[in-house]
């Protein structure tokens, strides 16, 4: 274990299907992070938080949306999906307080299937 | 804005040899840099890092990097390869340029594969 605990690790969900990912760490860590990863395409970053606010949104269809409650946890609704969402699905913490010569902690992700 | 290249989608090596896996970076001012590792349905597990100091970075299982600041380069390094270093690898730079965020920005992930 790493620090960063994803749930679930596995979710498959039909198009019109809401659901949510969920993502803990009790690293201490106060700033967050989704992470997109498919087949054959880099690491795609979707969301960072910093200090529970939302700092940063890629672009990202409104058919994902964050949350974040306090600075162990976050979450991503996923609502009417596309099969193109199917990925891997990381979530990420670091520590931006103290400067930015540190990396992050990653969880396992959720392994999402679209149908 | 920081960005970063991995050349090669894989790498193949023998058990025992020598391995490298390559990357490349651009920034404005001093890199932040990083190696990731990710195994099958995992996510990524942190190798190393270049902050400043010493131009050659030692990590975890035995793997090393060289900064090269004239080539703008950060290989990963490894004396002696392990069929069990079979992974992909993610060479990262910090972003500063979102404010006080600092992310890290990815290369595509080379793919390094170690055969008996």
């Known amino acids: 274990e790493t620090g960063v605990t994803q749930t679930p690790r596995h979710l498959v969900m039909g198009m019109t299907n809401k659901k949510s990912l969920k993502c803990e760490q009790h690293?201490?860590?106060?700033?967050m992070y989704w992470y997109k990863q498919s087949a054959k395409k880099p690491l795609e970053l979707m969301f960072v938080?910093?200090?529970?606010?939302?700092?940063e949104n890629n672009s990202v269809p409104s058919r994902f949306s964050p949350e974040c409650p306090n600075s162990s946890h976050l979450f991503l609704h996923l609502h009417t999906l596309q099969p193109e969402d199917s990925a891997l699905y990381l979530c990420?913490?670091?520590?931006?307080?103290?400067?930015f010569g540190y990396g992050y902690t990653f969880g396992s992700g959720t392994r999402l299937t679209v149908v | 804005a920081q960005s970063v290249a991995q050349p090669e989608d894989q790498v193949n090596v023998a058990e025992g040899n020598p391995l490298t896996v390559k990357c490349t970076y651009s920034?404005?001012?001093?890199?932040?840099l990083f190696w990731y590792v990710q195994y099958p349905n995992r996510g990524l597990q942190f190798l190393l890092k270049?902050?400043?100091?010493?131009?050659l970075v030692k990590g975890s299982y035995g793997f090393e990097a060289e900064f090269n600041k004239s080539q703008t380069s950060f290989h990963l390094k490894k004396p002696s390869a392990l069929v069990s270093d079979s992974a992909l690898y993610f060479c990262?730079?910090?972003?500063f340029g979102s404010g006080n965020t600092g992310k890290l920005i990815f290369g595509q992930g080379t793919t390094l594969q170690v055969k008996p």
């Open positions: 270049y902050i400043t100091g010493d131009n």
């Open positions: 920034v404005s001012g001093n890199p932040y």
């Open positions: 990420a913490s670091s520590q931006e307080s103290t400067g």
């Open positions: 990262a730079v910090r972003d």
């Open positions: 938080y910093n200090f529970k606010e939302q700092t």
């Open positions: 690293l201490g860590h106060n700033a």
